[in-house]
């Protein structure tokens, strides 16, 4: 089975802090082997859109596309905006399998990179 992957940053009106976030979705594509495609978009604020990003791929060999919210918190954005972005991206591209996966925030582990942080600057 063919997957892409779509990192959804906030976006941001500094389009300095917009290519920062384009680069690390460039270093996360040139260590993930698995997918066909693992592309940028924004959910607001920026560009692409997430609706945009699947236009990108829609020649692509590519049957069920990942979006992970690389978010920190559980607001309003990850609770509400992005399942309904991507329930209308399922509306409108009833042939591909678009699953939500769980936001940055709740990963496990990420209590230790953040002391790891801190401590390599101390």
């Known amino acids: 089975m063919s997957k892409a992957l ?3 940053a906030h976006g941001s009106r500094a389009e300095a802090a917009n290519d920062e976030f384009r680069l ?3 270093q996360v594509a ?3 082997h698995d997918y066909v495609a693992v592309l940028p978009c ?7 859109s997430l609706m945009e990003a699947l236009q ?5 060999p590519v049957e069920t596309v990942q979006v992970y919210p690389l978010f920190f918190n559980k607001g309003k954005h990850v609770s509400r905006d992005i ?3 991507v329930e209308e991206a399922r509306q409108r591209h009833p042939h591909l399998r678009i699953e939500l996966l769980e936001y940055f925030g709740n990963a496990g582990g990420l ?5 790891d942080h801190i ?4």
């Open 56 to 60: 990108q791929i829609e020649h692509q």
């Open 6 to 8: 779509l990192i959804m």
């Open 30 to 32: 040139e260590q993930s």
């Open 119 to 122: 401590d390599a600057q101390s």
């Open 83 to 85: 399942p309904d972005q």
């Open 111 to 115: 209590v230790s990179l953040v002391r």
């Open 42 to 48: 924004f959910l607001e604020l920026a560009r692409p």
């Open 24 to 26: 690390l979705v460039e």
